[in-house]
């Protein structure tokens, strides 16, 4: 019953900037920590933000300076701002959400943990 949708993958320049937002659906009360990762081809998933609903914020060093996470706590969005992309930036970047606080189909209130958007490919190349 809880769901992430991402939104503003696309191609961009090296040096360009680009943004991307996602929203959680589903009747949800309250989402402790959501967060951005990316994967490229032939790599492992790595973390590229997090951000808690008191807007703490964890960043990698390697990304520090160049990305930007924020969130709406009562949109239930979170965005990643980035700029100055290189090419290795490109992967498909992904949405996570977890200790998510939400109403189940039968309306009893409960945990849930660990979600996934589908993921949005970001594409850096001239």
């Known amino acids: 019953q809880v769901q992430l949708v991402e939104s503003g993958g696309g191609l961009v320049q090296p040096g360009g900037s680009l943004r991307l937002s996602c929203t959680a659906s589903?009747?949800?009360?309250?989402?402790?920590?959501m967060g951005w990762y990316r994967q490229a081809p032939g790599k492992q998933r790595e973390l590229v933000a997090t951000?808690?609903?008191?807007?703490?914020?964890i960043y990698p060093d390697s990304l520090k300076g160049r990305f930007t996470i924020s969130r709406d706590n009562a949109k239930n969005t979170v965005s990643l701002q980035a700029n100055s992309l290189k090419p290795e930036d490109t992967a498909v970047y992904y949405c996570h959400a977890d200790r998510v606080f939400y109403s189940n189909y039968v309306g009893q209130a409960q945990w849930g943990y660990d979600y996934w958007g589908q993921g949005t490919q970001v594409t850096v190349s001239s």
């Open positions: 951000i808690t609903s008191g807007m703490n914020t």
């Open positions: 589903g009747t949800i009360f309250a989402i402790n920590v």
